[in-house]
């Protein structure tokens, strides 16, 4: 558990997502954490001065969005209640006592330790160069298209995750056990077998070329899985 001004941050299974709300609803959910001002000022095509604040000017405007912050805090926080006002979201318990106020001061340090918890990261935007001709806008947009299409074609589903953390490697870890897992752990476990694929792989070439500086030092397949330097 995970103590965070007050308030318990739980490490919730996969399993427990998957019966309460299901993981595409659930990824759906996180959407309002992995956002950033880049991300708004490219969707509306706008400049947004130093002012601004995203959780008070965009999450908090938007019912839509409050909702889904609502629900993956019943989730990760466990309140008895949940409310929300123009400054912040409050979990209170049984008796209505405030225990936690999301506002807007904690929720990037917030962001980031669900973001963590689960595997993800904030949304990232490529922003086009400035002062460029018609040409060269349209000439960028048509390269920026093609590589989202070929990012969408390699896109790896959860799914594909878990039937690798299942069946890849020596022996097969039961889709049980692999559901009592945190996210975290389940991405942790997939990115340790394709990492141990590719450094099998890669010793396999630099026996055969005589160099093996690929698979040595930082590129090490166990100094890859260090979770701390």
Known sequence: IIKYQGV??????????KETIGYEVFSQCMFPFCITKDYIEYVNNCELDNTFNLFEEII???KDMVKLVSIILSIFCKPEHIYADDKGIML???KDNVMFVLNRDN?????EI??????????KVEKPPKNMSNRQRDVWEKLQAGRKREEKKNEIHFYDI??????AGQYRIPIS????WTIWKILNCYNAKIGLKSYDDSLAIGLVAHDLKDIQGNNHWLKKLMIRD
């Open 107 to 111: 929720f990037e340090e917030f962001s």
């Open 92 to 94: 209170c318990d049984d």
């Open 177 to 180: 056990e692999i559901e009592s």
């Open 162 to 167: 878990l039937n690798v953390c299942e069946f």
């Open 114 to 123: 669900l973001l963590k918890l689960n595997g993800k990261s904030k949304l």
């Open 60 to 62: 908090l405007k938007d």
């Open 8 to 17: 318990s941050i739980y490490p919730i299974s996969f399993k427990e997502i």
